[in-house]
């Protein structure tokens, strides 16, 4: 069997009203399908002088599908191994802007108007030629700012205005960096335009950056389109996190990183929702840790108090954290096993359940909301490279066994064998 296949990479083009790829050039590529993934394809993109792309989309039997992913690098293989070649279309930014004349048109229009006198003609031929004299040779209109202000919730604030330019002064277009959470919070310095993926994630870092630095910062707004974090009264620190438009990023477009009040020891934002987060490696490697070790921990890292009440929440809540999803993983056991299945073909995958009143050591008070639905007992899986593996090995075989130590417990169960090599497989 052939391992190459066609592509067609149509590149420089756009998208009419009926979804076709008009205009621009088109590239053929012959591909191997063992150097042929999603990250090939960008390194492809790159070989053609395109540093930066919006879009790459792919057509199958006339659908178009946006390419994102390994999936579709597979599909499009797929498609083109049976039809011959797969057409592939670039939609990258526009590098030059549209500039509207408007001097020119201006002095035309004033020469058309034949029911003019002399004088109003020659009084308008020098207003433009003042307008030549005050702008120079640019002919490109200027849009005021005002005209893009959008007004939220009945106020405007003067420095939310994103005056600033994406772009550089050789036009390319400025990449802004994304947060990294630091190892050590104390001390941070914030970065004008760094993006964050989400609200929520930025509103966590404000929670640590408040814990470990000890200022009472507070939310002043906390919309859909932008959220404003101040300090106390007196203050100057302020910052702005605004929703990139037409993206899922929020970037910090604000920033005044500069206090003058004093450190808050007794900070709100240190609760015990937060504390259990920064519990949950410590009680995954010991549940069972006692609370006078999470107030000494707390009160030398975070200087917080020493209250036995907040300790016990935050403990539990870490143990939520850690364990409390269990439930909703054995709800979707049949789901992961449709999918083992369906990405790896040939695959074994068995689940057993039994009813609900053979459930050993359970009580029955717990599912007389639901008792018509089975429980879990065991689940056996062999993916098929396991199969193919075991089948080279020597004709012997043991089994290794291993106690988990969950919120529920159980007991795993894996063939052992020897390869050629002698060395174990699993």
Same mark, same amino acid.
């Given at each position: 069997?052939?391992?190459?296949?066609?592509?067609?990479?149509?590149?420089?083009?756009?998208?009419?009203?009926?979804?076709?790829?008009?205009?621009?050039?088109?590239?053929?590529?012959?591909?191997?399908?063992?150097?042929?993934?999603?990250?090939?394809?960008?390194?492809?993109?790159?070989?053609?002088?395109?540093?930066?792309?919006? /879009?790459?989309?792919? %057509?199958?039997?006339? @659908?178009?599908? +946006?390419?994102? =992913? *390994?999936?579709?690098?597979?599909?499009?293989? $797929?498609?083109?191994?049976?039809?011959?070649?797969?057409?592939?279309?670039?939609?990258?930014?526009?590098?030059?802007?549209?500039?509207?004349?408007?001097?020119?048109?201006?002095?035309?229009?004033?020469?058309?108007?034949?029911?003019?006198?002399?004088?109003?003609?020659?009084?308008?031929?020098?207003?433009?030629? /003042?307008?030549?004299? %005050?702008?120079?040779? @640019?002919?490109? +209109?200027?849009? =005021? *700012?005002?005209?893009?202000?959008?007004?939220? $919730?009945?106020?405007?604030?003067?420095?939310?205005?994103?005056?600033?330019?994406?772009?550089?002064?050789?036009?390319?277009?400025?990449?802004?960096?994304?947060?990294?959470?630091?190892?050590?919070?104390?001390?941070?310095?914030?970065?004008?335009?760094?993006?964050?993926?989400?609200?929520?994630?930025?509103?966590?870092?404000?929670?640590?950056?408040?814990?470990?630095?000890?200022?009472?910062?507070?939310?002043?707004?906390?919309?859909?389109?932008?959220?404003?974090?101040?300090?106390?009264?007196?203050?100057?620190?302020?910052?702005?996190?605004?929703?990139?438009?037409?993206?899922?990023?929020?970037?910090?477009?604000?920033?005044?990183?500069?206090?003058?009040?004093?450190?808050?020891?007794?900070?709100?934002?240190?609760?015990?929702?937060?504390?259990?987060?920064?519990?949950?490696?410590?009680?995954?490697?010991?549940?069972?840790?006692?609370?006078?070790?999470?107030?000494?921990?707390?009160?030398?890292?975070?200087?917080?108090?020493?209250?036995?009440?907040?300790?016990?929440?935050?403990?539990?809540?870490?143990?939520?954290?850690?364990?409390?999803?269990?439930?909703?993983?054995?709800?979707?056991?049949?789901?992961?096993?449709?999918?083992?299945?369906?990405?790896?073909?040939?695959?074994?995958?068995?689940?057993?359940?039994?009813?609900?009143?053979?459930?050993?050591?359970?009580?029955?008070?717990?599912?007389?909301?639901?008792?018509?639905?089975?429980?879990?007992?065991?689940?056996?899986?062999?993916?098929?490279?396991?199969?193919?593996?075991?089948?080279?090995?020597?004709?012997?075989?043991?089994?290794?066994?291993?106690?988990?130590?969950?919120?529920?417990?159980?007991?795993?169960?894996?063939?052992?064998?020897?390869?050629?090599?002698?060395?174990?497989?699993?």
């Amino acid at each position: 069997m052939e391992n190459y296949f066609f592509v067609d990479f149509h590149h420089g083009g756009y998208f009419d009203n009926m979804g076709t790829c008009v205009g621009g050039d088109v590239a053929k590529w012959k591909c191997v399908s063992e150097m042929w993934g999603y990250f090939d394809v960008l390194n492809l993109v790159k070989k053609m002088k395109y540093p930066e792309i919006n /879009e790459m989309w792919y %057509d199958i039997d006339g @659908s178009l599908k +946006v390419l994102v =992913d *390994d999936k579709g690098v597979v599909e499009m293989e $797929d498609c083109a191994k049976a039809t011959g070649k797969v057409n592939l279309c670039l939609i990258h930014p526009v590098s030059q802007p549209d500039y509207v004349a408007l001097i020119e048109p201006e002095a035309n229009a004033f020469e058309a108007q034949s029911n003019v006198n002399h004088k109003a003609e020659f009084e308008a031929q020098s207003n433009v030629d /003042e307008l030549d004299s %005050d702008e120079g040779d @640019s002919s490109v +209109v200027s849009l =005021d *700012d005002s005209d893009d202000e959008h007004i939220l $919730d009945g106020e405007i604030f003067i420095d939310e205005l994103d005056t600033e330019n994406d772009e550089s002064d050789d036009g390319t277009k400025v990449h802004y960096p994304p947060f990294v959470m630091p190892k050590k919070m104390e001390g941070y310095k914030w970065v004008k335009g760094t993006t964050f993926s989400t609200r929520e994630e930025f509103k966590e870092v404000i929670s640590t950056y408040v814990v470990t630095n000890n200022r009472d910062l507070r939310f002043i707004k906390n919309d859909k389109e932008r959220v404003r974090v101040g300090c106390k009264d007196g203050c100057p620190f302020v910052a702005l996190l605004s929703k990139v438009p037409g993206e899922d990023t929020w970037q910090l477009r604000t920033l005044n990183d500069e206090h003058k009040c004093m450190p808050e020891y007794r900070v709100k934002r240190l609760n015990a929702n937060w504390l259990g987060k920064k519990l949950v490696y410590s009680v995954r490697e010991n549940p069972n840790i006692k609370l006078t070790d999470i107030c000494t921990k707390a009160r030398e890292k975070w200087r917080a108090g020493d209250s036995r009440l907040k300790a016990y929440k935050a403990r539990k809540s870490a143990i939520d954290l850690v364990d409390g999803s269990f439930k909703e993983q054995y709800e979707r056991l049949y789901d992961y096993g449709h999918e083992i299945i369906r990405s790896n073909p040939n695959s074994t995958l068995q689940i057993q359940v039994q009813p609900t009143e053979q459930v050993v050591g359970g009580d029955e008070d717990e599912y007389v909301i639901r008792p018509l639905l089975p429980s879990f007992k065991r689940i056996y899986m062999c993916q098929e490279g396991c199969k193919q593996s075991f089948f080279r090995c020597r004709p012997s075989t043991g089994l290794d066994c291993c106690f988990l130590k969950g919120y529920y417990g159980g007991m795993i169960l894996a063939a052992v064998g020897r390869d050629p090599n002698d060395q174990m497989i699993n």
